[in-house]
């Protein structure tokens, strides 16, 4: 009977080793949660914000699981940096069946990782007859005010404007996020180039916004920066609703997944810890 039962715990203390998740889900305070515990917190906001690293594929893959989730118990409307506004139409037109895939690559700007990542989301979407909006600005409009601040957008055309953020673009050049980036790019940046990131923050905040109606649940899927820390787009949005419930979702990569780092507590509401070699999407 020892010996029995010596055999079955090298047996269970085999089975742990070989044990290799792909991913770890941790609160903002760095505790291990659930999935499901996640997503019933998630079907009680009136915004989600995924933030995502762009080329990793449990990104992607969660991103379509939480939708496909909460689509079961929440009236949803999607949203997503990767489409920008002036390809609403093209977007919506293939939504409505107007225009077929190929139409749609042909008519608008999409990122080179759209058919492994992101249209699965769109098609989703399509299925469902949910909305799926553009939030991001025209890039050519963030190169500007990198190059020249916002007043280089004092000489956009009427339906330029219609794809910005109304203007003046409040800024607040002392969060974190904003000065942090200046660190990170040290001699070699400007004042200038925190405020094409607020231009994105600001503009993804107002067309997610402008097409949330109470009642709904609004999901955004945008790079992890954009939404890390109750900045950068949760920051826009609540100077539009103060009391607009947000829930966030940060993705990290960590050569050990079994406790999240100290520099990425607080990052969000939930941390999706990925193992660092992860094969990329491109």
Not at 36 to 65: C, F, T, Y
Not at 126 to 140: D, S
Not at 186 to 214: I, R, V, Y
Request: proline share 4%; glycine share 4%.
């Amino acid at each position: 009977m020892i010996k029995l039962f010596s055999l079955f715990l090298l047996f269970s203390f085999s089975l742990q080793a070989f044990d290799k998740p792909a991913y770890v889900l941790y609160n903002a305070k760095g505790k291990k949660v659930t999935y499901a515990k996640m997503l019933k917190d998630l079907r009680q906001q009136d915004v989600v914000l995924i933030g995502e690293l762009h080329n990793n594929p449990i990104s992607h893959w969660l991103e379509l699981e939480i939708t496909q989730a909460l689509a079961e118990q929440r009236q949803l409307v999607l949203g997503a940096e990767m489409f920008e506004r002036d390809n609403q139409g093209a977007l919506t037109n293939y939504l409505q069946g107007k225009i077929t895939a190929k139409g749609l690559d042909s008519s608008a700007r999409l990122w080179k990782n759209y058919k492994t990542d992101y249209a699965p989301l769109v098609h989703f979407a399509k299925e469902k007859n949910l909305p799926f909006i553009a939030t991001n600005v025209p890039r050519k409009f963030a190169s500007q005010v990198a190059r020249g601040g916002f007043e280089s957008l004092a000489n956009l055309t009427s339906e330029e404007k219609s794809w910005v953020a109304p203007m003046p673009i409040a800024y607040d050049a002392n969060l974190p996020g904003y000065q942090k980036m200046l660190k990170m790019m040290g001699e070699h940046t400007s004042p200038n180039m925190p405020k094409a990131q607020a231009l994105k923050d600001a503009t993804m905040a107002h067309f997610l916004f402008t097409n949330w109606n109470p009642g709904s649940l609004f999901i955004h899927y945008n790079g992890s920066y954009h939404s890390e820390y109750y900045e950068g787009i949760s920051w826009y949005l609540k100077r539009s609703k103060a009391d607009i419930k947000i829930a966030t979702i940060a993705t990290v990569s960590q050569k050990n997944i079994d406790s999240l780092l100290p520099e990425h507590l607080l990052k969000a509401d939930y941390i999706i810890c990925v193992e660092e070699d992860m094969t990329g999407t491109y």
